[in-house]
Structure formats: C-alpha cells, structure tokens
C-alpha cells in the first residue's frame, strides 16, 4: 500500500495553475458559489475581458474536484425557481494551492506594473 503524497509536495506539483483554474479558485475564496454564479464573478473580476462558457467551467470544476481543490456544498434552490442548483466550494487544500500560486507570482505581477506603465508612455 502506498503513503498518500504530503499535501506540500501536492502543492508543489499543482503549481502553476493554469488560468482558468486560478479564476476559479479566485472566484471561490470568497464563498460557495453556483455555476452560473461563477461564470458571472469571473466576467466581473476582469471587467469582462474573460468570459466562460457553461460547458467549459464544468470542466475546469471537474477537474478542480479531481484534485481535492472544490467540492460541491450544497444543491439549493434560488428564490425564483424550485430547481436546485448545485454550489461549489474550495477546500483548505485548494485555498493552499491558491495562496501557493499568488506568491509564486507575486514578483511577476509587480513586474508586469512597470510593463504596464511603460507601455502607457510608448
């Protein structure tokens, strides 16, 4: 029988996240979240630059839940139909591997603001 992997060497082998993946992720840190839900905060986040369609968040969600990163919480019906919608969660590993994907990023993002701000004076 064969030890399960520590969760720092999970994480470790998760990075970096594909963009997608992250979104979602990103999406989630501030609460469970419905499918329709999460394509319109990803739409929101990026002033719509980004947008998911239905059966390609699926996917992402999937795979997400494949690796132990989301979860499905609850099915809950919204107040304008008796049709439940399933709602998605991240767990404490996917949070880990969020937090480990922004740090492993971090000098890269500050960089890309002196990109950004060069290209204004261009």
Do not use: C
């Not at 986040?45 to 990163?69: A, E, H, Q, S, W």
């Not at 609850?74 to 008796?82: I, L, M, V």
Request: hydrophobic fraction near 40%; charge should be positive.
């Amino acid at each position: 029988m064969s030890t399960p992997p520590d969760v720092q060497t999970v994480i470790e082998a998760s990075l970096p996240l594909n963009s997608m993946d992250f979104l979602v992720l990103a999406v989630l840190t501030d609460g469970e979240r419905h499918g329709y839900g999460i394509v319109k905060d990803i739409t929101a986040r990026t002033d719509g630059r980004v947008k998911v369609r239905p059966g390609n968040l699926y996917r992402v969600i999937d795979r997400l839940m494949d690796r132990g990163f989301v979860e499905v919480k609850a099915r809950r019906a919204p107040e304008s139909s008796s049709e439940p919608r399933q709602h998605y969660g991240i767990t404490s590993l996917g949070h880990k591997v969020a937090a480990a994907h922004v740090a492993l990023f971090s000098d890269v993002v500050a960089a890309s603001g002196k990109l950004r701000h060069a290209s204004r004076l261009a």
